[in-house]
């Protein structure tokens, strides 16, 4: 895609925990959609953009696209689900992400990560009712001395203890009143 | 040409065939399960897996160009173990119902594990989950017996241009079908059945009314009438051991007979009357356009095609003003059979009970339109595709073979030359010019304009001269008309015609790829060889009718006469003609 075709300021569209309104970012779709209407393989990028605009990838949203670069929703819909970077759920205020490569998983990232589930109520790739907190699992942040690993948006906590875990969500939750932290 | 070495014998073949199509040139047979002639190459299934001298992994030969020198094994201890493990994995985990399989005894995984001997499954894994997909009238998915050889994927987007199906998901999660793992009626599919057609195993088929036909001839006060379209009479054989190409138009109608329907007719009188409809209809639009100026009603489509009308109520809104109004001879029969026909019985439209054979999936649908109902009732009542009807010859203990050849039932069964011809690609177009042109000139057609060819886009043109008095305004004009078949085609056709590249008074469009009688309801497996052959079966039974010209139909005259009155009469609106929805597209 040539340069001069990223519309500025996409990559650093509101997040999911700023208030901006539906309409405002199915304004922005469109935009996207206009640049990008003639450009061949915009597909991909295209998808990026507006999981950045909408924090994942809205089954309205994914229907504008299919129309507007022409191409059949089933073809849409079959590459959102082939990659794993795309989500089709909503994302919460809060990505937790969970360690799983081999040091951490030996050390006990597999307990973490369980009792995380438990204390969230939701399993791998889904989120809380009330939109703080979105479950995921990684393969080796590159801090292996330091396993068992969980990242937090882009704060790492390292040596994480299961009976750490119910403050440690705490702090996060209460974040959200007060800043706008990702 | 390259000289290449299969199997340590030498050829030559030219650059750029792939090693799949030159062992089968030479005589070698290679399997495979996801290949289709004419598509690009899927290499999706691993099966057709060859050696070649000095590369370390295995090829495959489906989308692999040959190269000078190229020594090529395919059926070395390595290439039949790879081939083993190959259908021996798939076997793993496809959810093989066989004894209550559509499929049983025609699904190419099934022949394929024959042909290779598998006697035993090495592997132990999860089945895939069956999951019905019956959304649609006419079509029925198990994605739990799909092998994901994307076969499918390759005709509804490349060939089709629909875009219904595509892989979704990723790895033992990926489903082959619509939009999220949804079902079909959640996306624009038009029910074409091309995906049925090329199904290798039992994960698509038409929705089956075998049942209900059963049901309605074991009912003793249903009078149940029968039509048969012009493509079943130039396949049915193939499902009975006769090379493809073979009429079995007499043996047909005696097989029906013998399974108890009151009346065998022919959908092709169908088609005589929509002639007479359309063509009437192009008539009047080209008096719209060259003596009221009203350029737009030109080219006039046609809409005998449930899979193409919509193809244009999806993705073409704006044309479906041009779409003839005629319903399609199908519809058209089961209006008339329901009233003109059931008047002649002293019955009621409720009494007659409309079965229709097609080698068309669509039809299911189509006959299930909301709209559908000019009689009262349903119209048609149900719908068989081409197999369906083989099927029930077979458990009713038909010898086809050996049955005599028998004549169609009056009024209903009689037609000519132009009705037997809708069923192939430009046939339509064909009938409809036989009869136009003799209206306005008083001649015969000059000479078959249309050949019964495959070329995705035909056009042809008709300079009008010494025309009648009334149709003076078109003296000198040059109709040009196209022909398309295949959805793909008639997409490029419909895009030049919007850039103003091309201009036309009329265009024939058929959804399936030679017309009807490669329409998705037919004897699997249909290729261009068998397209050609169904094809020469039709332009035989027409060449051989003493009446070639649907406005020679003696009955279709009585009809008019009795009946309608004329055509386009208020009548024929009434049970002949319909309108069309644009829908939505996502």
Same mark, same amino acid.
């Given at each position: 895609m040539p340069d001069d075709a990223k519309p500025a300021g996409v990559f650093s569209a509101p997040c999911a925990c700023q208030e901006v309104s539906e309409e405002d970012r199915y304004a922005q779709l469109d935009d996207i959609l206009r640049t990008y209407r003639n450009i061949p393989g915009a597909l991909i990028p295209v998808l990026q953009i507006t999981q950045t605009i909408f924090g994942y990838l809205p089954e309205k949203a994914l229907r504008k696209i299919a129309a507007a670069l022409n191409k059949p929703l089933s073809e849409v819909t079959g590459v959102v689900t082939f990659y794993s970077f795309f989500n089709t759920i909503p994302r919460g205020r809060h990505m937790i992400r969970v360690c799983l490569g081999t040091a951490c998983y030996v050390r006990g990232g597999k307990q973490v990560l369980a009792a995380l589930k438990e204390e969230l109520g939701i399993d791998v790739g889904e989120t809380t009712a009330d939109r703080n907190f979105s479950l995921d699992v990684g393969r080796c942040f590159g801090a292996c001395g330091l396993a068992p690993v969980i990242m937090i948006d882009d704060d790492v906590h390292q040596r994480v203890k299961v009976s750490q875990l119910p403050r440690l969500l705490e702090q996060y939750r209460d974040k959200q009143d007060t800043t706008s932290k990702t | 040409m390259v000289r290449i070495y299969i199997n340590d014998q030498e050829y030559d073949v030219p650059a750029g065939t792939t090693i799949l199509c030159a062992a089968k040139k030479a005589g070698i047979r290679i399997p495979t399960l996801c290949f289709v002639e004419g598509l690009r190459p899927i290499g999706a299934c691993r099966v057709c897996v060859v050696e070649v001298e000095g590369v370390r992994n295995l090829v495959a030969s489906c989308s692999t160009p040959v190269a000078e020198d190229m020594r090529i094994h395919t059926h070395t201890a390595r290439v039949r173990r790879a081939r083993r493990a190959v259908v021996e994995l798939l076997l793993s985990e496809h959810n093989g119902e066989c004894q209550t399989c559509e499929r049983n005894g025609q699904c190419e995984l099934q022949s394929l594990a024959a042909e290779l001997g598998i006697r035993e499954v090495s592997y132990r894994g999860e089945k895939a989950r069956k999951r019905i997909d019956i959304s649609t009238p006419a079509l029925q998915r198990d994605s739990g017996k799909?092998?994901? &050889?994307r076969r499918c994927v390759s005709v509804c987007n490349e060939m089709q241009h629909v875009g219904a199906l595509f892989p979704q998901f990723r790895g033992y999660q990926t489903i082959i079908g619509p939009a999220l793992g949804r #079902? !079909?009626?959640?996306?624009? &599919?038009?029910?074409?059945g091309q995906c049925a057609a090329i199904c290798p195993v039992g994960a698509i088929s038409e929705r089956d009314h075998v049942e209900a036909v059963w049901a309605a001839l074991d009912t003793p006060e249903n009078h149940v009438v029968v039509q048969t379209a012009p493509a079943i009479r130039a396949a049915l054989g193939e499902c009975f051991g006769y090379p493809p190409g073979t009429l079995v138009t007499g043996k047909m109608v005696a097989a029906l007979r013998r399974l108890g329907f009151d009346a065998v007719f022919d959908t092709n009188f169908a088609a005589d009357l929509t002639i007479m409809e359309e063509g009437t209809e192009f008539l009047m639009r080209l008096r719209k356009a060259?003596? /009221?100026?009203?350029? #737009?009603? !030109?080219p006039m489509f046609t809409s005998c095609s449930p899979g193409w009308v919509q193809y244009l109520e999806f %993705?073409?809104?704006? !044309?479906l003003p041009n779409l003839s109004t005629c319903r399609s001879p199908q519809q058209m029969f089961g209006a008339i059979a329901k009233t003109y026909y059931a008047k002649k019985l002293d019955k009621r439209p409720e009494d007659i009970f409309v079965v229709s054979v097609m080698p068309c999936t669509a039809k299911k649908f189509e006959a299930s339109r909301a709209e559908m109902n000019a009689s009262g009732v349903r119209d048609v009542d149900a719908v068989l595709t081409t197999r369906e009807l083989a099927r029930m010859i077979r458990i009713a203990g038909i010898d086809f073979q050996s049955l005599p050849d028998e004549e169609m039932d009056a009024p209903l069964g009689l037609c000519t030359g132009a009705g037997v011809? %809708?069923?192939?690609?430009?046939g339509v177009m064909e009938a409809a010019l036989r009869t136009v042109y003799e209206v306005l000139t008083g001649e015969d057609l000059p000479t078959p304009t249309l050949l019964a060819t495959l070329d995705g886009i035909k056009e042809a043109e008709i300079t009008l001269k010494n025309v009648r008095p009334e149709w003076s %305004? !078109? /003296?000198g004009v040059t109709l040009r008309v196209a022909v398309a078949h295949g959805l793909g085609n008639a997409e490029k056709l419909i895009r030049a015609i919007e850039a103003g590249e091309r201009q036309y008074h009329f265009v024939e469009v058929m959804a399936c790829p030679g017309g009807c009688i490669g329409g998705g309801g037919q004897p699997r497996f249909t290729d261009n060889r068998v397209r050609l052959a169904r094809i020469a079966a039709i332009r035989k039974e027409d060449a051989g009718k003493p009446l070639r010209k649907s406005h020679q139909n003696p009955q279709v005259k009585q009809l008019y006469e009795e009946f309608l009155g004329e055509p386009l009469s208020e009548r024929s609106h009434k049970l002949l003609h319909t309108h069309y929805i644009a829908r939505e597209p996502v």
């Amino acid at each position: 895609m040539p340069d001069d075709a990223k519309p500025a300021g996409v990559f650093s569209a509101p997040c999911a925990c700023q208030e901006v309104s539906e309409e405002d970012r199915y304004a922005q779709l469109d935009d996207i959609l206009r640049t990008y209407r003639n450009i061949p393989g915009a597909l991909i990028p295209v998808l990026q953009i507006t999981q950045t605009i909408f924090g994942y990838l809205p089954e309205k949203a994914l229907r504008k696209i299919a129309a507007a670069l022409n191409k059949p929703l089933s073809e849409v819909t079959g590459v959102v689900t082939f990659y794993s970077f795309f989500n089709t759920i909503p994302r919460g205020r809060h990505m937790i992400r969970v360690c799983l490569g081999t040091a951490c998983y030996v050390r006990g990232g597999k307990q973490v990560l369980a009792a995380l589930k438990e204390e969230l109520g939701i399993d791998v790739g889904e989120t809380t009712a009330d939109r703080n907190f979105s479950l995921d699992v990684g393969r080796c942040f590159g801090a292996c001395g330091l396993a068992p690993v969980i990242m937090i948006d882009d704060d790492v906590h390292q040596r994480v203890k299961v009976s750490q875990l119910p403050r440690l969500l705490e702090q996060y939750r209460d974040k959200q009143d007060t800043t706008s932290k990702t | 040409m390259v000289r290449i070495y299969i199997n340590d014998q030498e050829y030559d073949v030219p650059a750029g065939t792939t090693i799949l199509c030159a062992a089968k040139k030479a005589g070698i047979r290679i399997p495979t399960l996801c290949f289709v002639e004419g598509l690009r190459p899927i290499g999706a299934c691993r099966v057709c897996v060859v050696e070649v001298e000095g590369v370390r992994n295995l090829v495959a030969s489906c989308s692999t160009p040959v190269a000078e020198d190229m020594r090529i094994h395919t059926h070395t201890a390595r290439v039949r173990r790879a081939r083993r493990a190959v259908v021996e994995l798939l076997l793993s985990e496809h959810n093989g119902e066989c004894q209550t399989c559509e499929r049983n005894g025609q699904c190419e995984l099934q022949s394929l594990a024959a042909e290779l001997g598998i006697r035993e499954v090495s592997y132990r894994g999860e089945k895939a989950r069956k999951r019905i997909d019956i959304s649609t009238p006419a079509l029925q998915r198990d994605s739990g017996k799909c092998i994901k &050889c994307r076969r499918c994927v390759s005709v509804c987007n490349e060939m089709q241009h629909v875009g219904a199906l595509f892989p979704q998901f990723r790895g033992y999660q990926t489903i082959i079908g619509p939009a999220l793992g949804r #079902d !079909l009626a959640s996306v624009p &599919c038009v029910q074409c059945g091309q995906c049925a057609a090329i199904c290798p195993v039992g994960a698509i088929s038409e929705r089956d009314h075998v049942e209900a036909v059963w049901a309605a001839l074991d009912t003793p006060e249903n009078h149940v009438v029968v039509q048969t379209a012009p493509a079943i009479r130039a396949a049915l054989g193939e499902c009975f051991g006769y090379p493809p190409g073979t009429l079995v138009t007499g043996k047909m109608v005696a097989a029906l007979r013998r399974l108890g329907f009151d009346a065998v007719f022919d959908t092709n009188f169908a088609a005589d009357l929509t002639i007479m409809e359309e063509g009437t209809e192009f008539l009047m639009r080209l008096r719209k356009a060259y003596v /009221e100026g009203q350029q #737009d009603v !030109l080219p006039m489509f046609t809409s005998c095609s449930p899979g193409w009308v919509q193809y244009l109520e999806f %993705f073409h809104h704006n !044309l479906l003003p041009n779409l003839s109004t005629c319903r399609s001879p199908q519809q058209m029969f089961g209006a008339i059979a329901k009233t003109y026909y059931a008047k002649k019985l002293d019955k009621r439209p409720e009494d007659i009970f409309v079965v229709s054979v097609m080698p068309c999936t669509a039809k299911k649908f189509e006959a299930s339109r909301a709209e559908m109902n000019a009689s009262g009732v349903r119209d048609v009542d149900a719908v068989l595709t081409t197999r369906e009807l083989a099927r029930m010859i077979r458990i009713a203990g038909i010898d086809f073979q050996s049955l005599p050849d028998e004549e169609m039932d009056a009024p209903l069964g009689l037609c000519t030359g132009a009705g037997v011809i %809708f069923g192939h690609t430009g046939g339509v177009m064909e009938a409809a010019l036989r009869t136009v042109y003799e209206v306005l000139t008083g001649e015969d057609l000059p000479t078959p304009t249309l050949l019964a060819t495959l070329d995705g886009i035909k056009e042809a043109e008709i300079t009008l001269k010494n025309v009648r008095p009334e149709w003076s %305004f !078109l /003296e000198g004009v040059t109709l040009r008309v196209a022909v398309a078949h295949g959805l793909g085609n008639a997409e490029k056709l419909i895009r030049a015609i919007e850039a103003g590249e091309r201009q036309y008074h009329f265009v024939e469009v058929m959804a399936c790829p030679g017309g009807c009688i490669g329409g998705g309801g037919q004897p699997r497996f249909t290729d261009n060889r068998v397209r050609l052959a169904r094809i020469a079966a039709i332009r035989k039974e027409d060449a051989g009718k003493p009446l070639r010209k649907s406005h020679q139909n003696p009955q279709v005259k009585q009809l008019y006469e009795e009946f309608l009155g004329e055509p386009l009469s208020e009548r024929s609106h009434k049970l002949l003609h319909t309108h069309y929805i644009a829908r939505e597209p996502v």
